[in-house]
């Protein structure tokens, strides 16, 4: 069963517990919580004292999206907050093995993110190590960006990776994702989906969410 992981970077942020509520209750499979450090990425969103406040208000997992510099920092805050899976970039932490090998010993999940403009083949030594790879379909920074067409090629190439490497990591993608693409991108065997804009966007958010799932396992 494929997952739909709703980006909370395009909610209400003077309301944010109503839109989790509705998250929770449209069955959303994991709730995508993007921290940007206006280092790493030209903008600035929340950091671990947000998470930790919205963290008694659902059950849903936490999938943290890291787009920081020098991420190893703030691996302990950002695990106390509530973090469930966190997403580190291949470009912002120069000794990658140890970082994720620090997460990992904190008991929760890992994954690994890249650039659009970053080769998947970068990852071959680690990719045993991780439970997630994020490869981001837009340039990191804001939503409601196009999907870059040339993530699909990384998408199969990263899936040739996982079946020789004998390896069980999920391919999440972020980024550009909507009903109209959402199928194809699909079918070339994406696990997880973010999806921002597509969701809060729409009249129906709900039943946005049950759209997307429904497209993306046909
Ligand atoms: C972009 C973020 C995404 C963003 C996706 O830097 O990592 O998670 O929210 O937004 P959409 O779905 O609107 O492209
Ligand atoms: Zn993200």
């Given at each position: 069963?494929?997952?739909?992981a709703?980006s909370?970077?395009?909610?209400?942020?003077?309301?944010?517990?109503?839109?989790?509520?509705m998250?929770?209750?449209?069955?959303?499979?994991?709730?995508?919580?993007?921290?940007?450090?206006g280092?790493?990425?030209?903008?600035?969103?929340?950091?671990p004292?947000?998470?930790?406040?919205?963290?008694?208000?659902?059950?849903?997992?936490?999938?943290?999206?890291l787009?920081?510099?020098?991420?190893?920092?703030?691996i302990?805050?950002?695990?106390?907050?509530?973090?469930?899976?966190?997403?580190?970039?291949?470009e912002?932490?120069?000794?990658?093995?140890?970082?994720?090998?620090?997460i990992?010993?904190?008991?929760?999940?890992?994954?690994?993110?890249?650039?659009?403009?970053?080769?998947?083949?970068?990852?071959?030594?680690?990719?045993?190590?991780?439970?997630?790879?994020?490869?981001?379909?837009?340039?990191?920074?804001?939503?409601?960006?196009?999907?870059?067409?040339?993530?699909?090629?990384?998408?199969?190439?990263?899936?040739?990776?996982?079946?020789?490497?004998?390896?069980n990591?999920?391919?999440?993608?972020?980024?550009?994702?909507?009903?109209?693409?959402?199928?194809?991108?699909?079918?070339?065997?994406?696990?997880v989906?973010?999806?921002g804009?597509?969701?809060?966007?729409?009249?129906?958010?709900?039943?946005?969410?049950?759209?997307?799932?429904?497209?993306?396992?046909?």
């Amino acid at each position: 069963m494929k997952m739909i992981a709703p980006s909370i970077l395009s909610a209400n942020f003077s309301n944010l517990s109503k839109d989790i509520e509705m998250l929770d209750r449209a069955g959303a499979d994991m709730l995508h919580i993007d921290v940007m450090d206006g280092l790493f990425v030209p903008n600035i969103t929340i950091g671990p004292l947000v998470i930790k406040a919205l963290r008694p208000l659902t059950s849903l997992i936490f999938d943290v999206h890291l787009m920081i510099e020098k991420p190893e920092r703030y691996i302990d805050l950002f695990v106390e907050a509530g973090a469930d899976i966190l997403t580190v970039h291949y470009e912002a932490s120069l000794h990658l093995h140890r970082t994720i090998h620090l997460i990992k010993s904190k008991g929760i999940k890992v994954g690994v993110s890249l650039n659009p403009s970053t080769p998947v083949f970068l990852l071959k030594e680690i990719l045993k190590d991780v439970d997630l790879v994020l490869l981001m379909s837009v340039n990191p920074g804001f939503g409601g960006q196009s999907y870059i067409e040339n993530t699909n090629n990384k998408i199969i190439e990263l899936n040739e990776l996982r079946r020789n490497l004998d390896a069980n990591f999920l391919i999440e993608v972020d980024g550009g994702i909507k009903a109209s693409n959402i199928k194809d991108v699909s079918e070339l065997g994406v696990d997880v989906f973010v999806a921002g804009s597509e969701v809060f966007n729409s009249k129906n958010p709900s039943e946005k969410i049950i759209q997307l799932r429904k497209l993306a396992n046909e």
